[in-house]
């Protein structure tokens, strides 16, 4: 978590709104911009800028939301937090925010009590377990090469850690910036042991790297 970013509350955890979403899992260290238009979650940010808590869990929807999605269709229960870090109110009444994920939470949903939107209360999740030393450096090697490779064409792009980053915000961060699937996001999510993660993560990147090097000009062979 950025270091000006603060932590949770207690009071903000009592009562956590939850956007639900179908095809996103919001992992910590990652920004993720939304346009809010539905009337419920438009209410949502207001309340949230204008009393708090200014920080939203971005619940993955179970499969068969689309049958009833304007209820309450199943959410996973460990969901992404993160923080509103940004904001701007449009002139027809919707909202575009930036949150940036700060953890993970485990959701236990509140009654309706006459609001349109979900709340939780919700148990911050922490993490455990340590990779071992080349488990970690294997990762860092992995996505540095792709890293590389991306910086060719895109020369700005960044693996975005820093050096006094720990295990689980260096592997939170690499999976943010190569990991699209949102099944394995969710997962990733979900999974509290971080040498799991970097397990899981590391593969993922080193597909990345072997489809690299498949696609890659094959640099001419001279024989004498």
């Known amino acids: 978590m950025a270091k000006w970013l603060r932590e949770l509350e207690q009071w903000e955890l009592d009562e956590l709104p939850v956007f639900p979403l179908p095809q996103t899992a919001l992992l910590p260290g990652a920004k993720l911009p939304l346009h809010l238009f539905e009337p419920r979650y438009r209410l949502m940010i207001e309340d949230c800028i204008d009393r708090g808590p200014t920080a939203i869990a971005v619940a993955m929807l179970k499969p068969g939301w689309e049958l009833q999605y304007e209820a309450r269709p199943p959410v996973r229960r460990v969901a992404?937090?993160?923080?509103?870090?940004?904001?701007?109110?449009?002139?027809?009444?919707?909202?575009?925010?930036?949150?940036?994920?700060?953890?993970?939470?485990?959701?236990?949903?509140?009654?309706?009590?006459?609001?349109?939107?979900?709340?939780?209360?919700s148990k911050l999740l922490r993490d455990h377990g340590e990779p071992t030393a080349s488990e970690f450096a294997g990762l860092i090697a992995c996505a540095s090469t792709v890293a590389i490779s991306i910086q060719r064409t895109h020369p700005d792009f960044s693996l975005g850690v820093l050096p006094d980053d720990g295990p689980g915000r260096v592997v939170d961060v690499i999976a943010d910036r190569f990991i699209a699937d949102p099944v394995l996001r969710q997962r990733l999510v979900e999974t509290l042991d971080v040498g799991e993660r970097v397990e899981l993560v590391t593969e993922a990147v080193g597909g990345l790297l072997a489809v690299s090097f498949a696609s890659a000009p094959q640099r001419r062979q001279w024989v004498d």
């Open 80 to 121: 992404g937090v993160g923080r509103i870090v940004a904001h701007h109110a449009l002139e027809d009444g919707t909202h575009d925010i930036v949150l940036e994920g700060i953890g993970r939470v485990e959701l236990r949903e509140l009654p309706v009590d006459g609001l349109p939107y979900r709340r939780a209360r």
